[in-house]
């Protein structure tokens, strides 16, 4: 999709604080984050909806997921790894993984812009 700001993303068209990726998936920390380390995971390949991968593009989304919230986990201190799969916002498949010490911390309403600056620190702090 030449307008969805996520292919835009994976092809380095628009900047993004990456936290990992390999040739088919991204994860790069949201710039509307609900926390610290909030983190978005797509796949490269545009696909509108999460339920239209097929399920080996499911099942990798998912086992990358897990292997993300399992870093954020342990660079951030959190006691768990929310995640939000909701594809309203952007119409590109795409996980967030919120790190949470209890669950009213998971909710959208309290997200906030992020500065640039914040972010590359947050990113520092998940990839030492």
């Not at 628009?14 to 998936?25: F, G, L, N, Q």
């Not at 790069?28 to 984050?33: G, I, M, R």
């Not at 097929?54 to 997921?65: G, K």
Request: net charge neutral; with cysteine; glycine share 4%.
């Amino acid at each position: 999709m030449e307008n969805c700001i996520f292919c835009k993303i994976s092809k380095g068209e628009i900047p993004s604080i990456k936290i990992w990726e390999d040739e088919k998936y991204l994860a790069f920390l949201d710039v509307n984050p609900v926390a610290v380390g909030h983190t978005l995971l797509i796949p490269k390949k545009h696909t509108d909806y999460i339920f239209d991968l097929n399920d080996n593009e499911y099942c990798e989304l998912m086992l990358n997921a897990k292997k993300i919230a399992q870093l954020l986990k342990s660079k951030l201190n959190s006691k768990r790894i929310g995640m939000i799969i909701e594809g309203f916002a952007v119409s590109h498949a795409h996980v967030h993984l919120i790190p949470i010490n209890k669950m009213s911390e998971m909710d959208p309403n309290k997200a906030k812009s992020a500065k640039i600056e914040d972010l590359k620190i947050t990113a520092e702090m998940i990839l030492k």
